[in-house]
């Protein structure tokens, strides 16, 4: 086996074409675009963790000036292929790109060390120069934009509503959903469904079951302490309810005890005197 010299397989080795991209270096590298070059060089994207991105910014000023532009970092991360489930933005104040030569007085300061890196094409002297240009910039972007959020006018490729929105939406429905659930277990889907914009039956289940499981947690504390209250009794009627998905009328001492255990049946009588939930 011969061995080439080590400048030769250097000048002929090239990176594998086709890896997929780090959507984090693929960020790092349109961040300038995505924010204005001002914001970006006090800012630096530095991970996401769940459905939050971290930004870095070189002080606790930037941080608290660009948690007032959450919305418009978000409009323009969504047109990023990877960022689209992103719906928060959280800010650390951190060490960012920094660019040579004299920093301007009226700028946010930040103790510590600044890498040496070139400066942006065009820096903004100021926090607040820096971010009246991103949001000209995402201004314009929303101008030129053929559809958006039909909710919060955020730029999209189609007319629907963007990821914060739509999470929101949801939200409120599985809300008011459970709210029934609560309130009126014994109407099941059928019932609750005309009372809930757009609920789907596999919402619905999803809801019940999770709904179910917080009651169950909550009935389960109550024998540990051997106590109750009200809430504990009225969530006790409303998880018999919805679990049997019977009309109150055809609750049973028996179904109350086979839903419940003997236990929890023994304390919620000795709180109120003998008799059924």
């Known amino acids: 086996m011969s061995l080439r010299p080590i400048a030769r397989a250097v000048k002929e080795w090239s990176p594998a074409q086709g890896a997929p991209a780090d959507p984090m270096t693929a960020l790092g590298l349109v961040w300038p675009a995505v924010v204005g070059p001002g914001v970006a060089a006090q800012t630096r994207p530095l991970e996401v963790t769940g459905d939050a991105l971290v930004i870095a910014t070189r002080s606790s000023a930037w941080s608290q000036q660009l948690s007032f532009l959450q919305g418009d970092i978000l409009a323009a991360l969504h047109g990023i292929a990877g960022f689209e489930h992103v719906v928060r933005v959280r800010f650390r104040v951190g060490r960012v790109g920094g660019g040579r030569g004299r920093r301007s007085a009226s700028a946010p300061r930040v103790a510590g060390r600044v890498r040496s890196e070139p400066a942006p094409a065009d820096p903004a002297a100021t926090a607040g120069e820096a971010m009246e240009r991103f949001?000209?910039?995402?201004?314009?972007?929303?101008?030129?934009?053929?559809?958006?959020?039909?909710?919060?006018?955020?730029?999209?490729?189609?007319?629907?509503?963007?990821?914060?929105?739509?999470?929101?939406?949801?939200?409120?429905?599985?809300?008011?959903?459970?709210?029934?659930?609560?309130?009126?277990?014994?109407?099941?889907?059928?019932?609750?469904?005309?009372?809930?914009?757009?609920?789907?039956?596999?919402?619905y289940d999803r809801w019940r079951r999770a709904l179910l499981s917080r009651w169950w947690e909550t009935l389960n504390r109550m024998r540990w302490t051997k106590r109750t209250t009200p809430v504990e009794r009225r969530i006790a009627s409303s998880f018999v309810l919805l679990e049997s998905g019977l009309d109150p009328d055809r609750i049973t001492p028996a179904i109350v005890r086979t839903v419940l255990g003997d236990d929890v049946v023994a304390l919620l009588e000795a709180s109120r005197g003998a008799g059924p939930v």
């Open 135 to 203: 949001r000209a910039r995402v201004a314009a972007t929303r101008r030129t934009a053929a559809s958006a959020c039909p909710a919060c006018g955020t730029p999209r490729a189609e007319a629907t509503p963007c990821a914060p929105c739509a999470q929101e939406d949801q939200r409120l429905r599985r809300t008011a959903a459970q709210r029934l659930m609560y309130d009126a277990p014994w109407l099941g889907f059928g019932g609750t469904a005309p009372l809930v914009d757009g609920m789907t039956r596999d919402e």
